[in-house]
């Protein structure tokens, strides 16, 4: 709901009956309380209206008295509904004993919590748990009174999911967080999670998601950024949707890290390196502040902590008028006083000013800890549409980045490649033209990046399957064109290299031999 007078309630359900949460699970499964089963009765627009806190679509859709209509006034819309028809549907007197339901009057029920079905990446059949009225990430405002609340899924939490790399390992650390969607998603590939947070709600809701979503149960661990990390102990994967949110003061805790500028974020990413094992991945999202006199991607850099390979992606830049109107409506304070809107946007605008900040950036940051003697960091600005989920796109692109460095020129003329999938060529010219003036090849997959190559280059990829060698394909081309192919080898690994660092190109086998 977006109604942010809602109060958070001081009671959580029991997290420590299993069982019940468990019999719990299989009633919403049975009523097809799922993301299938919500879209089939709400319809489209009515569920897309829920996940920016619009109800009224919602309620609209659910004035029948079937199981999953009940239980989406029940657990969605915060309605009451009468103790018999939920009698009929869910192990009530199990759910009241345990605490996720109270009497809301004689013969009525209420949620304590917010219990949204979630999608996995492969499909699983989960559930969100977060405080009544903050679903969604806060869409709408959560109000200043709302300090300790645990916020559900919002579009942070989904990019954050999205782009992890999500190869098994044996242990991941979900650092700050919430409801727990990140510690869910690991609980599929590593052998053991640790979840922590500042905010010992979290915890307690976190354990109520895994439990009622039938993960593994976490290891969960009270503190702040890495405080709760016990000496020496490392991580094959870290990932972390922190509060970033550059604000005057801590008002918030959810989303205001209490840090001067981008300290939080930057304080996150250099103490990452070390909690790494050697090969794993630390994955965040942040803010970071673009201040006068300053390249962004310069200050960026000298976060990342030494022995670390990094892959820094900026999605978005706001001046500092849009980033604290943003965040001032998040909290609800537009909704207020508009004398205190006017006072805290002034502090917003002061601190930015003092710090001589012009914006603010937001991306994405994934580090990878690796032996190399020459750690790559590559900073780029990409605003444009990408197709989630990228966590292979992550993995494959340290992946090049390891081929690369191990292959001198002489070494990637002898090398086999293959054109990655879904990759189009896009000629531009005159009409009429005899040749175009450029050359374009187009990704529709992962980062959808595109480039413009030359005759030499569009030829070059056009023909890699894999078979010949580079070298080979290079000779062929010089005697199409007539060109010297020794002048050809020369000219040409750069714009191989670069092919294979957008992912242009993907290394395959190389061959002793060739037919």
């Not at 003697?373 to 590559?378: F, G, K, L, N, Q």
């Not at 990408?386 to 690369?404: C, K, N, S």
Request: glycine content about 10%; overall charge negative; hydrophobic content about 40%.
């Amino acid at each position: 709901m977006s109604d942010s007078s809602v109060p958070a309630p001081t009671v959580l359900p029991a997290a420590d009956r299993p069982e019940v949460a468990a019999r719990l699970r299989d009633a919403l499964l049975g009523a097809s309380f799922t993301v299938d089963g919500l879209l089939e009765l709400l319809g489209a627009p009515a569920y897309a209206a829920l996940a920016r806190s619009e109800t009224v679509p919602a309620l609209r859709a659910t004035r029948g008295d079937t199981p999953l209509e009940l239980l989406v006034r029940l657990f969605l819309l915060q309605q009451p509904v009468p103790y018999a028809r939920v009698a009929d549907v869910l192990p009530v007197d199990a759910c009241l004993e345990s605490g996720w339901l109270v009497r809301a009057g004689e013969d009525e029920l209420a949620a304590t919590v917010d219990v949204r079905p979630y999608g996995g990446l492969d499909g699983e059949d989960w559930f969100i748990v977060s405080d009544l009225g903050c679903a969604v990430g806060g869409a709408g405002g959560i109000g200043s009174h709302e300090e300790g609340v645990v916020l559900g899924v919002g579009g942070a939490s989904t990019t954050l999911a999205g782009i992890t790399v999500r190869t098994p390992v044996a242990s991941a650390l979900d650092l700050g967080t919430g409801s727990g969607i990140q510690a869910l998603h690991a609980s599929r590939h590593a052998t053991r999670v640790t979840a922590t947070d500042v905010n010992p709600r979290a915890l307690h809701i976190t354990a109520l998601t895994l439990a009622l979503s039938g993960a593994p149960a976490a290891e969960l661990r009270e503190g702040s950024l890495f405080a709760p990390v016990r000496d020496g102990e490392t991580f094959d994967l870290i990932v972390s949707n922190p509060p970033f949110v550059i604000s005057p003061g801590a008002r918030l805790t959810y989303r205001d890290g209490g840090m001067s500028g981008d300290d939080l974020c930057r304080t996150l990413v250099q103490q990452a390196g070390e909690r790494l094992n050697e090969g794993g991945f630390a994955q965040f999202l942040a803010n970071w502040q673009h201040v006068e006199g300053e390249d962004w991607q310069d200050r960026i850099r000298s976060w990342v902590p030494r022995g670390c390979d990094a892959w820094i992606v900026q999605r978005e830049v706001q001046d500092v008028t849009q980033y604290a109107e943003l965040w001032l409506r998040d909290a609800g304070d537009h909704r207020d006083d508009p004398a205190a809107y006017q006072e805290r946007y002034d502090a917003w605008l002061e601190e930015f000013e003092a710090r001589k900040v012009k914006a603010v950036g937001f991306g994405w940051i994934t580090l990878r800890r690796t032996g190399s003697a020459v750690p790559s960091v590559t900073a780029e600005e990409w605003p444009h549409p990408v197709e989630q989920p990228l966590g292979d796109t992550v993995r494959t692109h340290f992946a090049r980045l390891d081929y690369l460095r191990d292959h001198d020129d002489a070494a990637l003329l002898e090398g086999h490649f293959r054109l990655a999938r879904e990759i189009v060529q896009e000629q531009v010219g005159l009409p009429g033209a005899e040749d175009p003036e450029h050359v374009v090849l187009r990704q529709h997959r992962g980062m959808r990046r595109a480039t413009a190559v030359d005759t030499v280059g569009a030829g070059f990829a056009g023909v890699c399957d894999g078979t010949l060698s580079a070298g080979r394909i290079l000779d062929a081309i010089a005697q199409l064109v007539g060109e010297d192919p020794v002048l050809l080898r020369d000219r040409t690994p750069a714009q191989i290299r670069l092919l294979v660092e957008q992912g242009f190109l993907e290394p395959a086998a190389d061959r002793a031999a060739e037919g």
